[in-house]
């Protein structure tokens, strides 16, 4: 244990009173060399999503303005895909945890349907992955091409 000299750390240098007796020593704590530091299990974490959605066929001009107003309310969308009788959706959520990011996928499309007037499709696939499987699966070469540019494209 390490011991200072009274007052000396309570005043900080600048000559600020302290509560302590004088020749009262105070003990300080310390972290043991290798200790680690782990993250408490309830901060939020980024998850890797991927929503599909499908329904009747829908002109190609309003289901890509959809998606661009959708991007446009949410930034955090990576990529969206289309086609006139379905899409895919590919964003980050930070969450707690998968069940949390997956309620929120589930909500997305049809929280924003009428905001940003997306088709009224249903929500036919969804995949929550954590960070470490989706950067395992782009080393692997499996998932999206690394080349696949951000934004709203056709199939």
Do not use: C
């Amino acid at each position: 244990m390490r011991r200072v000299r009274p007052g000396a750390a309570a005043r900080g240098g600048a000559g600020g009173s302290s509560s302590r007796a004088a020749g009262e020593e105070r003990a300080l704590t310390s972290v043991a060399a290798g200790d680690r530091f782990e993250e408490p299990a309830d901060l939020p974490r980024l998850w890797h999503v991927t929503l599909s959605v499908s329904g009747e066929e829908t002109p190609l001009k309003e289901v890509r303005r959809g998606l661009e107003q959708l991007a446009h309310d949410h930034p955090f969308l990576l990529t969206s895909r289309y086609a006139n009788d379905h899409a895919e959706i590919r964003y980050w959520e930070e969450a707690r945890d998968l069940h949390d990011a997956a309620a929120v996928a589930l909500r997305l499309w049809g929280e924003h349907r009428r905001t940003a007037e997306l088709p009224p499709w249903e929500i036919v696939g969804l995949e929550v992955i954590d960070r470490e499987t989706y950067h395992h699966r782009l080393a692997e070469g499996y998932g999206p091409a690394p080349a696949t540019p951000v934004g709203v494209h056709p199939f």
